[in-house]
C-alpha cells in the first residue's frame, strides 16, 4: 500500500494519520534544552523534507498552531510535491481566526487552552465556546475543539455544538491525560464525531512499536492519530508500522544493534 487509509471530517478527506508539529516548533515536553535543540536543528530544509515525506503516501494533513514559519513550509512542500496540503489550525486567541482563514487553513480549532477555559463540571457545559465556533464558520472554516479534557467532548456532544471533530490527548502511559486511559477510550469511543488522537508516543516516552500498537488497535476506523517527527527517517518508520498494524501484517522493523544483545544473535 502506498496511500494512507483516510476517513471524512465535516465533508473533507483527511489520511487517519496526521502530522503533528511539537517536534518542528520546538514543544517537547521535556526540558528546556531539548526544545532549544529542536529549534536549532528544525530549519525549514528539515522540515519540507518531513512533509514530503508523509506526502508520498497520500498524508496530506498538518496540524499546528498559528506559525509564519509552518505556513512557509507547508506552502514550498506544496509547491515541490504538487499536491494541497490540509492546514489544521489550533489558534489560542480569537484573531487568529481571521490569520487562520488568510493562511490556508481548512479547519480550526482553539486550542485547549482556550476550549477547557470555558468547560463547567459543575453545570456540565462549555458555555460561551459558542463565540469562537461562530466566529470559525463565518470565517469559512470547518470548527472542531481541541481538549486535554475529556469532559469536553462529552458536554460538546450533549449541547450538539457546531463542530466537526475533536482533538484528544491519548497514550497507553496516560500521559497528560486527566482520567484513565480506560475513560479517555470511553469517551473516545463514544464520541458522535471523529476523534483526532495527540501524543500518541508520550512525547517521545514510548516507541513508536509499542505506541502506535495501542492507538491504533483501541480507536475506531473514523479516527485519526496525530504524531510529530524530527525527519525523514522517523516518519518513514512510524509510517511502515502504522501500516503494518492496520493492515494486520509482520512487523518489518529494524532493530537496534548494541553490544549487550549479541548474545540474541545466532
Not at 509547491?79 to 480569537?94: E, F, L, N
Not at 481566526?97 to 485547549?112: L, M, R, S, V
Not at 511502515?240 to 532493530?255: A, R, T, V
Request: proline share 4%.
Amino acid at each position: 500500500m502506498d496511500k494512507f487509509p483516510r476517513t471524512v471530517v465535516g465533508g473533507v478527506s483527511l489520511p487517519r494519520l496526521i502530522c503533528g508539529t511539537n517536534w518542528i516548533l520546538g514543544y517537547s515536553h521535556t526540558s528546556s534544552a531539548q526544545n532549544k535543540f529542536i529549534k536549532e536543528i528544525m530549519d525549514e530544509k528539515n522540515v519540507v523534507d518531513i512533509f514530503l515525506t508523509f506526502l508520498k503516501y497520500d498524508i496530506n494533513a498538518v496540524m499546528g498552531p498559528p506559525s509564519d514559519f509552518l505556513v512557509k513550509c507547508i506552502k514550498k512542500a506544496e509547491d515541490k510535491s504538487g499536491k494541497k496540503i490540509v492546514y489544521i489550525c489550533t489558534p489560542w486567541k480569537i484573531e487568529e481566526i481571521e490569520w487562520a482563514k488568510e493562511n490556508g487553513a481548512t479547519f480550526c480549532f482553539p486550542h485547549q487552552t482556550v476550549t477547557d477555559s470555558f468547560i463547567n463540571r459543575i453545570e456540565k457545559n462549555i458555555k460561551g465556546i459558542e463565540v469562537w465556533l461562530k466566529k470559525i464558520r463565518d470565517a469559512g472554516l470547518i470548527p472542531g475543539l481541541s481538549t486535554h479534557t475529556p469532559e469536553a467532548i462529552i458536554y460538546s456532544d450533549k449541547e450538539n455544538l457546531d463542530v466537526e471533530s475533536y482533538i484528544q490527548i491519548y497514550n497507553v502511559l496516560g500521559f497528560l491525560c486527566q482520567v484513565e486511559i480506560e475513560w479517555i477510550h470511553k469517551v473516545i469511543s463514544e464520541a458522535k464525531k471523529p476523534v483526532m488522537i495527540i501524543k500518541p508516543l508520550a512525547a517521545g516516552r514510548i516507541s513508536p512499536f509499542a505506541g502506535l500498537v495501542f492507538v491504533w488497535n483501541t480507536i475506531r476506523e473514523i479516527d485519526m492519530v496525530t504524531i510529530g517527527c524530527m525527519s525523514s527517517y522517523e516518519v518513514e518508520e512510524d509510517i511502515n508500522i502504522s501500516l503494518s498494524i492496520l493492515e494486520k501484517k509482520k512487523m518489518d522493523i529494524e532493530l537496534q544493534k548494541t553490544r549487550s544483545k549479541k548474545s540474541l544473535e545466532i
